[in-house]
């Protein structure tokens, strides 16, 4: 009989698994991802939730805003003002907040807490608050405000001067499969992006092994609705959406950026990024079907095998079978990437596709997956989830 | 800071779980139930998924009808015909397969294990499987043929003659939260319909105190697309379905008898019933609203009390504050059940509204949960998933 | 062969149509109603869209708002402020704003329009616009402003009095097929919300027929999402609403006064009526199943003869075979209305079921259907559309 | 005022239109080109429907197949031996048949009426059938058959032998906006597929012009379900498609040989083209995304240029203001086909979007056209209704 290695990863998950509890909190509890999150943690053994943040929607019960949480006792939403830090004594927290405000939210709880960071950056911290606080509070950033190392860059696409450029440079990039070394140790990460997750899961082993040519690269996204937030637009409504389609961004998106960054890390080349995102008459999903130019001598089942090799011990990634076309149904509501890589009929091009679930390995998931290993914990703790289909 | 129920009892099953594993089978593993089954018992810490029978799909991969279930590593599936049971030595067995086809299933089953159950029957068993299989094999039946205890009822409902009579006695009716202790022994346990399991959860309680009157009830169903299976039917098309929907087999859908059956069981007068089930375009979720004549004295709270109190305890059935309408979005991939009770226009009349996902609660999470009764281990194991949503 | 009526009638307006052009304005064009409207009339032969008016979208084009209705050259939007009502010279005006501010614009545009059913009423009119304006406009209201027949009523359902009692009973209710020759002559038509459009003409016939009690009339309602308009309500977005369904405004949906209303003019008896409505992921349709009582000597054939004969010349409403289930996607787009009754397995009751398209007979087309005989067209000019399936 | 296209056109064909009567049959009326076709000609003036022929449905009402079009009164569906073809003496016959089946069905229906194209082709032809009918009946098919000039194409894509390549090359291209002149004089006029029509609609202008290098263009096309059709695939079920996303016949999608037949025709060089269609949960619509590369000296806003020259006295092709991003809502229902082109931030890149109903511009509303240019009729008669949105 086989042994998958999923099952061996969740039977030691399990059988040997810690009895250590952490406290955590969620700012911007009252979003999607923030729910999620909370979702997640739920049958997390080694979690308690044990701060619910939220703006407009203060001091009601979490489950007046997520009736479907409303079940699991937790604590009511509170104000970011009413936030006791030291009498909590946290271990983590995650921000789901709207991008651009989180920045300055990080920066404050940083000195709330007196976080030790503070000293690396020489900056003075609150002495009543050094003694209160046990230990370190750690950041799991879910928005785009620590993605983006130039600050300038920040400026360009986000319109505005960064408010804590001071802590950027201590962000660490959170894509997990990438950066498990850093992420363990790191004070604060920076969540990737869902649109950049699926396609660096997808091109950054390639473009490392220079087998394609960076410099043309044609992403064409389609993302489900709950990648665009519970926010009140016009856009989002069910009447604008159902029974439709439609590109937006075309050109200017803000994940492409950080798409490049990470690409041009690791590319041997100038990165040439075209990335047009689609919405998709449905709740959750991400597809990804991305356009490239072999190098010379590469052929499609190359790429294949480079991508197999690379996530051949991967939880979370799996590279499908020849001529399996990769479908968001197949991940929904659990942390798995799947990827593929077919032939195109133009010679010397090749076509990659990847599908994630955008508000679990493209958000919330991804998040837990990094805090499993800033806590301590086996990667998967949690996460194993299998998808819910239909 | 309140210690809600759920939090205690998944703490139960995770820190003082049982780390003992059964082996079970799922026969009918190629439809939506069946898949089901295993999403909930990939994660599930006692469970190991020994056997996955399937028709025209035997000798395929599971991930190959199935690919969001590729990654598990389960077993391949096989016909009926080529299980061998003595080797296997399965502590229990689903049968998800259709309507009229399980109960030959069953039969056969109980045979070709020898089960002790031939014995009470004072039916003959093959002494060869005596010897070899060490434990009577437990059944989870998720179709309808055990579930009727009149033969007649049987035939005049389902068109034919039963063909495993002597067993529907042994068949304890599935509803977990009335059926406990018999559930806890039962060799063979019906697990009732999607739309009985939430007709009864609302009804049993305030049938039992006689607080409505039980020869008119009204009850009016939406199910999702799920209900209808897998099978190719030119109704079930995505362009059949979606942007629209009907009602269907108005006045003679074959889940009433099933509901007039236990309800007359606890209903001190004449059961009088009707059923009206639509079709709506989404995947899974069911809603029933069903309404009621008060009996004298009676008020819509009253009613809600009643069902408050019932479910006091009940770690999957969830009475709403006054008001809240129980929507599927709030229980979507979960084995929760929610309820509510609305006072009507009509004087003297009642509207209560029943919630649940009709793959989990009203079939594959139900069995779980019965399953867990049978084997020994907490009930809850392996079914505190929180909802899906969006 | 068959000559059908609609072949005839269709043929009647087509070829023996009128020449003639009305000029006609849309007083809340940003709205679905007030799209669906556009999208009709585009096509009807004797109308020409002169005025545009919408609150926020003022000043917009209408392909803006629009882009679906961008290739019709229709004038842009303008705000109800700076509309020249003499100049224009209109025929016809639709309302199609939001509850509460109809009637407020309409006393307005009786006054601005110095029409003529002040003097009627006794009120002063403004001299000047006597000469400026040739004829008296003619309004078609589809709001429930000026549904209502009792103000006290009306303040009692909506919160605040009436702003324009006086004009409430010159008010023709736009039920076409009961009121045709009152619309033919009114100054001011207000069309039936979408809920009482089906369900009267599913059970007017009936309860005038006296063949059911009409004490005890239970409607169980689902609509498409175009129902709640284009207003930003978190309810209304997309995850919220799609792969979902629940029940809303349990016991206090205003539409209930307006069934009411007009079926205790027919009934003989005091009415009761309980009106449950649902919300649906699709756009557009509206299934209403309705639970009734026989009265005595009656069956569920002969509620369905009584609407087969009621109907048997009517366009725009169909009974259909016996045991054929209305079915939303089956008038999609188009004006028809669609009825069965249904025996059902409580003896002494029967199910009657409607379904028809909410934005069109349920509201812009219903009000097209007024308007060509309040301008002395065939009735069902412009409206011969077959429904959008799939 | 503006004076738009459209209007101008519509009242063209409202108040100059001829009154003549052609008797049209549809073959394949059972599937959902053949509903759309019906739907759309319903209310065209010039049209009786006087023949419907359908396979297995063969003897039903065509309300019983498809009940949104029973009350229109035509003609029973009939089997294709059934047919009188001197009696019924049609001007016209659409071909909504599978392809494949299609070649041998004209040829027999050639045969049948002894058309005179068989003269041409020095095919004998039966002498009693010559007398009987009164003139040439004229062909539209919607499927596959007749697009490709080339036979040895044809068998590759198709994996068999064409059965009636004798008619191949007497069959005209119905592209409309590129082929009116051969489409009024052809006697058979072979459909474009709904993927070719938007691609080249999008393209022929461009690589016509020379603007793009023609041998690297990326089509990423989205589909809603209608474009499977109604047959029975497991793929094709509500529960499989709803709430999810995924590409299909990567790199060898039979749309693709028709695409660049037609692209090399105009093109001065080599034609590579790439094609990845994906299927989207929605009903209708077509969205096209398609990368290129810009030949030297071309911007994005000169594509846009030649397309807005070459379209703009289109009735049913807009190209839309420079940023405005086309969507498949603002067709739905509609014979509209909606373009607009959007820089790429890869250097020397553009990215040209169109949106159509594939059922309708892309299959039955082309189909009309071409028929009404084959008939003598304007061109837009019957097709101007707005887009259904919501």
């Known amino acids: ?29 009252s979003g999607y991802t923030g729910a999620d999150l909370v979702r997640i943690l739920s049958t997390h053994p080694n979690i308690e ?29 509170i104000g970011l003002d009413e936030v006791e830090w030291p009498a909590l004594d946290l271990d983590l927290v995650f921000c789901a ?34 003694s209160a606080v046990r230990r370190d509070i750690k950041i799991v950033d879910l928005s785009a405000d620590f993605r983006l190392e130039d600050p300038d860059s920040y400026e ?12 950027q440079s201590a962000a660490v990039y959170g894509l997990t499969e990438f950066n498990r070394d850093a992420v363990r140790g790191a004070a604060l990460v920076a969540c990737p992006g869902c649109y950049p997750t699926a396609a ?23 993302s489900g609705v709950t990648g665009g937030g519970r926010s009140l637009k016009e856009s989002m409504l069910f009447c604008e959406v159902a029974e439709a389609m439609h590109p937006y961004g075309i050109g200017h998106h803000r994940h492409m950026p950080e798409m490049e960054q990470e690409l041009a890390k690791r590319a041997g080349q100038e990165v040439g990024l075209s990335f047009t995102p689609h919405l998709v008459p449905m709740n959750r999903g991400e597809l990804e079907t991305i356009y490239v ?65 955008n508000l679990v390995k493209g958000s919330s998931g991804q998040a837990v997956q990094n805090m499993n290993l800033m806590l301590g914990l086996p990667e998967t703790t949690g996460l194993m989830q299998a998808p819910l289909f239909p």
Chains 1, 2, 3, 4 share one sequence.
Not at 156 to 167: D, I, L, N, S, V
């Open 200 to 222: 660096l899961l997808a091109l950054l082993p390639i473009v490392e092994a220079q087998a394609i040519d960076a410099s043309d690269i044609i992403i064409d996204a389609k």
């Open 97 to 130: 907040l709207p991008h651009a405000t989180t920045q300055e939210v990080v920066k404050g709880l940083l000195h709330a807490t007196g976080h030790s960071l503070l000293d690396e950056m020489l900056i003075e911290r609150r002495e009543d608050l050094v």
């Open 293 to 357: 130019r072999l190098a010379k001598g590469q052929s499609a089942d190359d790429l294949r095998d480079i991508l197999a090799d690379r996530y051949a011990k991967e939880p979370f990634v799996r590279v499908l079978d020849p001529g399996v076309a990769p479908a968001t149904r197949h991940v929904r509501g659990s942390n798995l990437c799947v990827l593929n890589v077919f032939e195109d009929r133009i010679p010397g091009r090749a076509i990659i596709v990847a599908a994630i679930d």
């Open 156 to 167: 360009t696409w986000y319109g505005r001067a960064h408010q804590a450029p001071e802590f």
């Open 49 to 77: 939730i044990s701060l619910l943040v939220a703006g407009r929607s203060a001091g009601r019960p979490l489950g007046d805003v997520f009736p479907h949480l409303g079940h699991l006792g937790l604590p009511d939403l």
């Open 1 to 29: 009989m086989r042994f998958p290695l999923s099952k061996s990863l969740q039977r030691n998950s399990l059988h040997g698994m810690s009895t250590q509890t952490f406290r955590i909190g969620i700012l911007g509890a």
